[in-house]
């Protein structure tokens, strides 16, 4: 089975059905939010075989989308993958957590890979692909990025109306907010009540419009709780629920050969960064984003284990990102709107981590700068 997980409303749909045409499956998807599919399941639990058998190709693809809804959900799929393993191959798709929903002892190991889509990226809208084979070295992966050309606009248009494709594509401000609108509307009374059972429903909208002010520093819970006026453990457990549902996402701060530094604090960031109103943080959560989804994909098509995090020392001093590799230190990434000189201790953290190069990306930055082993680059030319 090839499960793919992501936020609601970034086209794993669209890509199943897309599938599922060019293989004559057309028929062979079934919804489990709608009805109908949950009532043909009541009735007869087999209820797709009579289509399976009819569709054309001795091995064909079924889908099963938002399957991960109903009561145990994975030994119901184990026993469809079981019985059917030879005559179909299954496509799973969901808008929640599904390798967070993963327990030891998993009635579905050894039946799946897991595959995440996020919204979409620079690399992908401009050249129609993504960098799916990690590069030999960090200096080979910027010198890689560097040779290509870029568009400003289009950078523009993603932190504009997002990286979700239907805002973006329309380009258009007041559907972008009724789109919005909808999208928060349907992740908090259909997405959380049905996979997390949480009734305060109105209580998480309104800590989820209070996230975006809380972009680009260590989460304080604490001060959220005050803001709400709920326990320390309703906090934890509706961010808990919004990271399950793909609506936000949060790196670890790296500690390892970092004198000083902090270990327990983490930063949040949106997969819908087009509701940060302030451009500088906005352009932080959308940097975020980038990176979380390229690291993603070479950790699918690598023997690699790549990973995104931040660092922070006790006295303030912080870069915005960290990629390591097989978790060795492997780049520095910091994040400006305004063009400015690399601060010292950007330099500093890559001493103490290696030797390892620094990139500082910026939105107002025509120039590509180079010393030593530290690069200022325009975003675009970046990404």
């Known amino acids: ?30 919804n489990w939010d709608i009805r109908k599919t949950k009532s043909l399941f009541y009735v007869n639990n087999d ?30 799929l184990k026993g469809y993958f079981d019985e059917f393993e030879g005559k179909t191959y299954f496509i799973i798709t969901g808008s929640a957590r599904l390798d967070l929903m993963k327990k030891s002892g998993d009635s579905l190991t050894g039946r799946y890979f897991l595959y995440k889509l996020f919204p979409l990226i620079y690399n992908e809208i401009e050249t129609n692909r993504t960098i799916l084979n990690p590069p030999v070295s960090a200096r080979n992966f910027i010198e890689t990025r560097l040779s290509t050309k870029s568009h400003k606009n289009t950078i523009d248009s993603l932190l504009e109306h997002s990286g979700f494709p239907e ?9 972008l907010k009724k789109w919005r609108d909808d999208f928060t509307d349907r992740l908090i009374k259909d997405d959380l009540r049905d996979l997390t059972g949480i009734h305060d429903v109105e209580k998480v909208a309104t800590l989820l419009e209070l996230l975006p002010s809380k972009i680009g520093n260590p989460l ?42 902090i270990k327990k604090e983490k930063k949040l960031y949106l997969f819908d960064w087009s509701r940060i109103s ?24 690598s023997n690699d284990t790549f990973d995104l995090n931040y660092i922070r020392t006790k006295d303030g001093k912080e870069t915005d990102f960290l990629i390591t590799r097989s978790s060795v230190p492997w780049l520095l990434i910091e994040c400006k709107y305004s063009e400015t000189f690399i601060e010292k201790h950007h330099i500093i953290h890559s001493r103490m ?31």
């Open 278 to 301: 302030d451009p500088a943080l906005r352009f932080e959560n959308y940097i975020a984003c980038e990176l979380l989804a390229q690291t993603a994909y070479w950790n699918e098509f």
């Open 353 to 383: 981590l290696g030797g390892i190069p620094v990139v500082q990306l910026s939105y107002n930055c025509n120039t590509v700068k180079k010393i030593d082993n530290t690069w200022q680059v325009p975003a675009e030319r970046f990404l």
């Open 47 to 76: 209820f797709f075989y009579d289509d399976l058998i009819t569709a054309p190709g001795d091995k064909k693809w079924l889908c099963f989308d938002e399957i991960h809804k109903m009561p145990k959900w994975k030994n119901l």
């Open 167 to 175: 805002p973006f594509l329309k380009n258009n401000k007041i559907f």
């Open 220 to 261: 304080s819970l604490n001060s959220m709780r005050e803001d709400l006026g709920v326990s320390h453990t309703s906090i934890r457990s509706w961010l808990r629920s919004l990271e399950l549902t793909y609506s936000v996402f949060t790196l670890s701060a790296y500690s390892k050969k970092i004198t000083r530094s």
């Open 1 to 30: 089975m090839r499960f793919i997980a992501g936020p609601r409303q970034c086209g794993k749909t669209t890509i199943a059905k897309f599938h599922l045409h060019h293989t004559n499956c057309s028929n062979l998807y079934y």
